[in-house]
């Protein structure tokens, strides 16, 4: 296999070289490889991506590049990049600031469950670069805080995430408002449905990269299913995963769930946070970073506040409540094996539900280990679920 390209040889700026270097960035992953040479060049992208890929740093260097060297003037940002969640409009803010201070220019985030005044100063400052979330984007567009016929650039990402949240509509329609001449980039996990209308409306002869397949996240992964007898069992099985693994995601379907999970792990002994929608930005901010840092050991965290999750050395992720389909299954598991590292994920089932988590796995293209709780290694490390248990799964005799 050839050996990557360094950033120098991409064609960024030595201002962004410089700054890549001193955060300790020196080579390209391969989807910023095959991206950014495409999207310096003018071409609107289509990159098919997992979280972990370097997908931020892929579209974000084409677009400081791009704006280097002039200034926007107040409310008329020149590059708009649309995600789902405010969790996630933090993170790439916090991937792409310390770059756009090395090249002078100002990114801002706007999203709702904030103040909304602060935003608009800093939109009347003259932002450079907005990271938003749709809802919010269009109020300020409607407002009059934003303009958007000086856009040079837009970026979709999480694009199949954007859409599953039901933010088709207002997408589709902020695109609409941008210039038709403006550069688009597009990065989504998956490129059907109302992600391929996105496509097929709005980019012009986009060139695909569709480096990171749907299941290849999974290649690094060691699936398993524990099988328990009950929601105590559950919380058990729970307890004993994050106390051999910390570093852990631990999933539920609501948000209710969550924290009565975080609680029970805490009876246990284990200091987890929660995240999700019922949380205020503040909060999930702090919890965040708590897990983020180590000081939590585990995150428990429904499906939608979980997007905004994106910390490295993740090594567990458990689905104590089954997600509802296969590319649920795979979103959820992602936050684990980032980067090319490996990770765990196992699933907590009850007996009368093992056929349907099988079908779950089966079309997700997984083959885990199963697992009972009753003799499951102890501890319940990684390393040791990985060379136990069976193929086939377990059945509890009656």
Known sequence: MASLPAFADLGLPASLVDALATAGITTPTPV??????????????????????????????????????????????????????????????????????????????????????????????????????????????????????????????????LCDLGFYPAVDALLSQTPATAQRM??????????????????????????????????????????????????????ALVEANPRAIVFTRTREGATELRDALGEHGIDAVDLHGNLSQGVRERNLRRFSTGRAQAVVATDVAARGIHVDHVGLVVHFDAPTDPKAYLHRSGRTARAGESGAVVILTTPRRLDEVARLQSQAGVEPRHHDLRSAPRPMTAEALATSGAVAPVRRAN
């Open 32 to 161: 910023q490889a095959a991206v950014v040479p495409d999207a310096l060049a003018g071409h609107d992208v289509l990159g098919r991506a997992q979280t972990g890929s370097g997908k931020t740093l892929a579209f974000g260097l084409p677009v400081l590049t791009r704006l280097t060297g002039r200034r926007s003037r107040p409310h008329q940002p020149r590059a708009i990049i649309i995600v789902p969640t405010r969790e996630l409009a933090t993170q790439v803010r916090r991937s792409l600031e310390p770059l756009a201070r090395a090249a002078r220019l100002r990114l801002v985030t706007v999203y709702g469950g904030t103040a909304y005044d602060p935003q608009v100063k800093r939109l009347r400052s003259g932002a450079d670069i907005v990271v938003a979330t749709p809802g919010r984007l269009q109020d300020l567009i409607d407002k009059g805080h934003c303009r958007t016929d000086h856009v040079e650039v837009t970026v979709l990402d999480e694009a199949d995430h």
């Open 186 to 239: 597009l990065l989504s996990a998956t490129l059907d449905g109302d992600v391929d209308r996105l496509v097929r409306t709005h980019l012009r002869e986009p060139l695909l990269h569709e480096l990171d397949p749907s299941r290849g996240a999974v290649t690094t992964m060691d699936h398993h299913v524990l099988v328990v007898g009950g929601f105590r069992d559950k919380v058990e099985a729970a307890a």
